[in-house]
């Protein structure tokens, strides 16, 4: 089925629970996890079956929204690049990546998508890996470094292990209190999810810190706590 | 060629030295042979001596909205006033925002350093966007 417009932010939220279960085996079968492998339920056997139903599935989720997904042999030193202009959307990937490349490269494109939500006319480039140009300004490479942070959360099918004001389905912050702590609560969240995207766009150590499990953790309770509405996502 | 109106040929017998112009003005520092090897990469009919006549105001045919705009794709210059007023003259119009040309020329300058086969993908689908082409794979392989 084809969307009629893009929402980034359903999309994301539609393919991100795939991405976080095992890897269908052949006959529909889903692989059980196993503990302490890096892919949940895959082993390094399972590894390439998996990346390439990862790159798969993102793809269709993306065509699916409209996005015109191409693959070109001629690509040698981009991985991949966007466009988004009032004829649409579309990216472009290097049609010789490996599965688990492939699957990044489509990760990556829709981890620009979220931080293109303006829909205003704009292109991104994607390079192979060693092959960036030197030209490149700072900001570009903070944002791709933000960008390849933000895929691999998503890949991974851990939308908790990125900023929430990243992510397209944030929503204003709710808090069950009431009066001045609930105002204080409110008011402290809003700083602390900012101070972490902020974060999040200058430090590649924060990117990885805040993507390990017990920042996970840590972020979540402050977030529980301060917005006291339940279990949420983390800040 | 192709029988053309009256009104047709009559119009473009009048802008074509002005137009000429403008072409030239779009190649900037570029070199014909250059040019005519970028429009040959996106698909485009266009010799070095044609480039060299149109920009003589010595072509017969009036100049396409496709042409026109692979010209100043090529050159870089969507966002150059001679484009406009090279559509302008012609009778063409884009519906693309002018903030939006100048952001596709300063992509297509941010590429120049990619080695040639990524920069022909590239100009090909920021083509597509300008023009709307519906192509597809088969059609646009080299």
């Given at each position: 089925m084809m969307r009629s417009t893009l929402d980034v932010g359903r999309l994301v939220a539609s393919v991100v629970p795939a991405l976080a279960r095992p890897a269908p085996l052949a006959g529909g079968v889903t692989e059980p996890p196993v503990p302490g492998a890096g892919r949940a339920g895959a082993g390094p056997a399972a590894a390439p079956a998996h990346d390439a139903w990862r790159a798969e599935l993102l793809r269709r989720a993306l065509e699916e929204w409209g996005i015109r997904c191409r693959e070109r042999p001629e690509l040698q030193t981009l991985e991949a690049f966007g466009v988004i202009s009032a004829r649409g959307v579309e990216i472009t990937i290097a049609a010789d990546l490996s599965a688990a490349d492939r699957a990044l490269a489509y990760a990556r494109c829709l981890a620009r998508l979220v931080l293109h939500d303006?829909?205003?006319f704009a292109t991104w480039f994607h390079y192979r890996a060693g092959l960036t140009?030197?030209?490149?300004s700072a900001a570009e490479r903070r944002s791709s470094a933000v960008v390849d942070a933000m895929a691999r959360a998503l890949l991974g099918g851990r939308l908790q292990a990125a900023p929430r004001y990243l992510l397209p389905t944030a929503s204003p912050e709710v808090s069950a209190a009431s009066g001045l702590l609930g105002d204080c609560s409110r008011a402290l969240l809003v700083r602390l999810h900012r101070a972490s995207s902020a974060l999040y766009w200058r430090s590649d150590s924060y990117q990885a810190l805040r993507a390990t499990a017990p920042m996970v953790r840590l972020t979540s309770r402050v977030h529980d706590l301060l917005s006291?509405?339940?279990?949420q996502r983390a800040a | 060629m192709a029988e053309r109106d009256e009104v047709q040929v009559r119009k473009w017998d009048a802008i074509r030295a002005p137009v000429g112009g403008r072409l030239r003005e779009l190649r900037g520092n570029r070199s014909q042979a250059l040019l005519a090897g970028d429009l040959e990469d996106l698909g485009?009919?266009?010799s070095q001596s044609s480039i060299c006549r149109y920009e003589q105001g010595q072509v017969d045919a009036p100049l396409s909205l496709e042409r026109l705009v692979g010209w100043a794709l090529c050159c870089e210059g969507l966002s150059a006033p001679a484009f406009h007023e090279l559509l302008a003259m012609a009778g063409y119009r884009l519906t693309a925002a002018v903030p939006d040309l100048a952001s596709i020329d300063e992509t297509l300058r941010h590429t120049r350093t990619l080695p040639l086969p990524d920069q022909v993908v590239v100009r090909r689908r920021l083509l597509w966007h300008l023009l709307g082409l519906q192509d597809d794979d088969e059609e646009w392989a080299p």
């Amino acid at each position: 089925m084809m969307r009629s417009t893009l929402d980034v932010g359903r999309l994301v939220a539609s393919v991100v629970p795939a991405l976080a279960r095992p890897a269908p085996l052949a006959g529909g079968v889903t692989e059980p996890p196993v503990p302490g492998a890096g892919r949940a339920g895959a082993g390094p056997a399972a590894a390439p079956a998996h990346d390439a139903w990862r790159a798969e599935l993102l793809r269709r989720a993306l065509e699916e929204w409209g996005i015109r997904c191409r693959e070109r042999p001629e690509l040698q030193t981009l991985e991949a690049f966007g466009v988004i202009s009032a004829r649409g959307v579309e990216i472009t990937i290097a049609a010789d990546l490996s599965a688990a490349d492939r699957a990044l490269a489509y990760a990556r494109c829709l981890a620009r998508l979220v931080l293109h939500d303006d829909r205003q006319f704009a292109t991104w480039f994607h390079y192979r890996a060693g092959l960036t140009p030197g030209h490149l300004s700072a900001a570009e490479r903070r944002s791709s470094a933000v960008v390849d942070a933000m895929a691999r959360a998503l890949l991974g099918g851990r939308l908790q292990a990125a900023p929430r004001y990243l992510l397209p389905t944030a929503s204003p912050e709710v808090s069950a209190a009431s009066g001045l702590l609930g105002d204080c609560s409110r008011a402290l969240l809003v700083r602390l999810h900012r101070a972490s995207s902020a974060l999040y766009w200058r430090s590649d150590s924060y990117q990885a810190l805040r993507a390990t499990a017990p920042m996970v953790r840590l972020t979540s309770r402050v977030h529980d706590l301060l917005s006291a509405a339940g279990p949420q996502r983390a800040a | 060629m192709a029988e053309r109106d009256e009104v047709q040929v009559r119009k473009w017998d009048a802008i074509r030295a002005p137009v000429g112009g403008r072409l030239r003005e779009l190649r900037g520092n570029r070199s014909q042979a250059l040019l005519a090897g970028d429009l040959e990469d996106l698909g485009y009919r266009l010799s070095q001596s044609s480039i060299c006549r149109y920009e003589q105001g010595q072509v017969d045919a009036p100049l396409s909205l496709e042409r026109l705009v692979g010209w100043a794709l090529c050159c870089e210059g969507l966002s150059a006033p001679a484009f406009h007023e090279l559509l302008a003259m012609a009778g063409y119009r884009l519906t693309a925002a002018v903030p939006d040309l100048a952001s596709i020329d300063e992509t297509l300058r941010h590429t120049r350093t990619l080695p040639l086969p990524d920069q022909v993908v590239v100009r090909r689908r920021l083509l597509w966007h300008l023009l709307g082409l519906q192509d597809d794979d088969e059609e646009w392989a080299p």
